[in-house]
């Protein structure tokens, strides 16, 4: 089957259809609007929506070195464009994570997926310059640009990309790059307990070392992930310092005084990316649980307050829950058993938890269920989906 065949013909019930450019999704899209027929691309389709796989468009187009700009299809994997970029010495920064490499380029966007390394880059929306999209109606939509007076006034750009966004198809992505660092120290350590933990971080901070990436993973998520017996288990900490070899080995030595300081466990350093991650590549998206990630935003004055009330909740329904993520920025992941019962009314407890302290849910969590979406820019992304796409056309 092919993307240039006629949709009538084909019949209406969950047709796969694979475009190989932008012409063919204008032409699927026509087509489906003439007819009524729900497209999704990054959703699961019912018996009369039509499947749109963008696996055929996965090439670089152009990598712009004066820019520091890649233009890239949609159906890109992020370990495939780390490899395109790295013969030219640059990088996408939120490629650079083990934990996202087999995602298309439009997956990872699409799903709201966190920049490992926003501690020091920034979000991951902040590496996205431009766009072209492909409207219900078959018109092509272009946004932003490759330099930065492109896209001053309205960020249409981010907002026609946010996460679970459902105004049309993307089949161009303009990205931002950065040179490749001349250095990097990547490093893997456990901390047995949580006062050596927020005592690391705190002076990591007062030290004004912020490392690329910074990634907690808690005693309880590591034993629900990979199934180790009961028993003490230290948290695991993975971080990165990168830049100039000469100022990551000035931060190591100071690092390497705190971990010692901290009675950090089990340290393990190596001068390449990701040293040992390759065990927790599928934290993220494990099906061995229910995985609340992207979502939960804390204080950073209230995380350890966030942290003792999420296990004292846990351990009170008897659910077996763990936390990890980008925790010197706050922002805290849920690892459940995928058998936990009453799993909703546990997260809607630590989510109201969150609010007392300060934080916030982005409200992934009630798109991911099928809930009301929630957040200060529903009405403006309704109003626009409304004069977008009337019928409902692309699925979201």
């Known amino acids: 089957m092919t993307a240039s065949s006629s949709l009538e013909n084909q019949g209406l019930a969950q047709k796969l259809l694979l475009p190989s450019d932008a012409a063919q999704v204008q032409s699927i899209l026509r087509e489906a609007m003439e007819q009524k027929i729900g497209v999704c691309v990054y959703t699961t389709p019912t018996s009369r929506d039509i499947k749109l796989d963008l696996s055929r468009m996965n090439h670089v187009i152009d990598i712009d070195t004066a820019n520091l700009v890649a233009v890239v299809e949609p159906g890109i994997s992020l370990c495939n464009l780390k490899t395109a970029l790295s013969g030219h010495c640059l990088r996408f920064v939120?490629?650079?994570?083990?934990?996202?490499?087999?995602?298309?380029?439009?997956?990872?966007?699409?799903?709201?997926?966190?920049?490992?390394?926003?501690?020091?880059?920034?979000?991951?929306?902040?590496?996205?310059?431009?766009?072209?999209?492909?409207?219900?109606?078959?018109?092509?939509?272009?946004?932003?640009?490759?330099?930065?007076?492109?896209?001053?006034?309205?960020?249409?750009?981010?907002?026609?990309?946010?996460?679970?966004?459902?105004?049309?198809?993307?089949?161009?992505?303009?990205?931002?790059?950065?040179?490749?660092?001349?250095?990097?120290?990547s490093v893997v350590t456990g901390f047995e307990s949580m006062e050596h933990l927020c005592g690391f971080v705190t002076a990591l901070r007062l030290a004004k070392i912020t490392p690329a990436y910074f990634l907690w993973i808690d005693s309880q998520t590591q034993k629900l992930m990979i199934g180790q017996e009961d028993g003490p288990v230290p948290d695991l900490v993975l971080f990165q310092l990168d830049g100039i070899t000469e100022e990551v080995a000035q931060k190591w030595e100071i690092i390497s005084h705190l971990l010692e300081k901290f009675h950090a466990v089990n340290?393990?350093?190596?001068?390449?990316?990701?040293?040992?991650?390759?065990?927790?590549?599928?934290?993220?998206?494990?099906?061995?649980?229910?995985?609340?990630?992207?979502?939960?935003?804390?204080?950073?004055?209230?995380?350890?307050s966030f942290i003792d009330k999420f296990y004292t909740l846990a351990k009170d329904e008897n659910i077996l829950a763990g936390l990890f993520g980008q925790i010197a920025e706050g922002k805290i992941n849920v690892f459940l058993d995928g058998d936990a019962p009453n799993r909703l009314e546990f997260l809607k407890r630590v989510i109201s938890v969150?609010?007392?302290?300060?934080g916030y849910s982005s409200g992934r969590l009630n798109r991911t269920l099928g809930l009301a979406t929630t957040g200060p820019l529903v009405p403006i992304e309704q109003g626009l989906k409304q004069l977008f796409d009337p019928h409902g056309i692309v699925k979201g």
Request: proline letters at 5%; hydrophobic letters at 40%.
């Open 267 to 304: 340290s393990r350093v190596s001068g390449t990316d990701h040293n040992d991650a390759s065990a927790w590549t599928g934290l993220f998206t494990s099906p061995k649980g229910l995985i609340v990630a992207d979502d939960l935003k804390v204080k950073t004055t209230a995380l350890w």
């Open 354 to 358: 969150i609010s007392v302290e300060g």
């Open 94 to 185: 939120p490629a650079d994570t083990p934990f996202y490499e087999e995602k298309t380029i439009g997956e990872f966007y699409y799903a709201g997926r966190s920049n490992i390394s926003s501690l020091k880059y920034g979000a991951a929306k902040h590496f996205l310059m431009g766009s072209e999209i492909i409207l219900p109606d078959g018109q092509l939509l272009k946004t932003g640009g490759k330099t930065v007076k492109n896209v001053t006034g309205y960020d249409l750009t981010r907002f026609m990309n946010a996460p679970f966004a459902a105004f049309g198809v993307t089949v161009k992505f303009l990205l931002k790059l950065l040179p490749l660092p001349e250095a990097k120290q």
